[in-house]
T-cell receptor, first 115, second 122 residues
Framework: AQSVTQLDSQVPVFEEAPVELRCNYSSSVSVYLFWYVQYPNQGLQLLLK??????LVKGINGFEAEFNKSQTSFHLRKPSVHISDTAEYFC?????????????FGTGTLLAVQP | SQTIHQWPATLVQPVGSPLSLECTVEGTSNPNLYWYRQAAGRGLQLLFYSVGIGQISSEVPQNLSASRPQDRQFILSSKKLLLSDSGFYLC?????????????????????FGPGTRLTVT
């Protein structure tokens, strides 16, 4: 079974400052890793994903994440945030293969960008 | 292109009343479909998934049920709502995708989410 931990429930940051949202996972098998973003009262939108290969993956809106197998982490970063980045961010894992392809989500981190 | 719809967008229902939320997907056939619930501060919880018409798997035993009467329709129901059923309900479908190169292709699945239904039980 897989699990995901997002230790920070809320991250306040000033506009144009860098930000890192932390994600750690646990799994006995190889996994795919995802970050989703949810704007208020909307569904989830895929930001980026790690499947294999380069451990640094780039996504939409200037976000990137780095997969660290030894630390079982997949932290999300952005060098300079905007007010419009204010949203909830979810880390998720999915085991390789499987007919159901269940996504296991973390509890989310609210990124609050202040002017 | 594929789109996913959820109906209604918001709903306020009294305790003990029935519930029916609808999810439909366009532009694809035989999708895997998922119902999630998002409660405040608790992330997303997978409630049900379906791999085909009439095939429903429940992840969490509770007051809710799901049905798939048609290939691209997924319905979430309850006979009697509880206060604890309040939350944001999301429907999703998955799409297969290929990554990597021709020598080592990677088959994976992306999940796409609908706009959600905000349910408040009073």
């Amino acid at each position: 079974a897989q699990s995901v931990t997002q230790l920070d429930s809320q991250v306040p940051v000033f506009e144009e400052a860098p930000v890192e949202l932390r994600c750690n996972y646990s799994s006995s098998v190889s996994v795919y890793l995802f970050w989703y973003v949810q704007y208020p009262n909307q569904g989830l939108q895929l930001l980026l994903k790690y499947l294999s290969g380069s451990t640094l993956v780039k996504g939409i809106n200037g976000f990137e994440a780095e997969f660290n197998k030894s630390q079982t982490s997949f932290h999300l970063r952005k060098p300079s945030v905007h007010i419009s980045d204010t949203a909830e961010y979810f880390c998720a894992v999915s085991a390789y293969g499987g007919a159901t392809n269940k996504l296991i989500f973390g509890t989310g981190t609210l990124l609050a960008v202040q002017p | 292109s594929q789109t996913i719809h959820q109906w209604p967008a918001t709903l306020v229902q009294p305790v003990g009343s029935p519930l029916s939320l609808e999810c439909t997907v366009e532009g694809t056939s035989n999708p895997n479909l998922y119902w999630y619930r998002q409660a405040a501060g608790r992330g997303l919880q997978l409630l049900f998934y379906s791999v085909g018409i009439g095939q429903i798997s429940s992840e969490v035993p509770q007051n809710l049920s799901a049905s798939r009467p048609q290939d691209r329709q997924f319905i979430l129901s309850s006979k009697k709502l509880l206060l604890s059923d309040s939350g944001f309900y999301l429907c999703a479908w998955r799409r297969p995708a290929l990554a990597g190169g021709p020598l080592k292709p990677i088959l994976f699945y992306e999940q796409y989410f609908g706009p959600g239904t905000r349910l408040t039980v009073t």
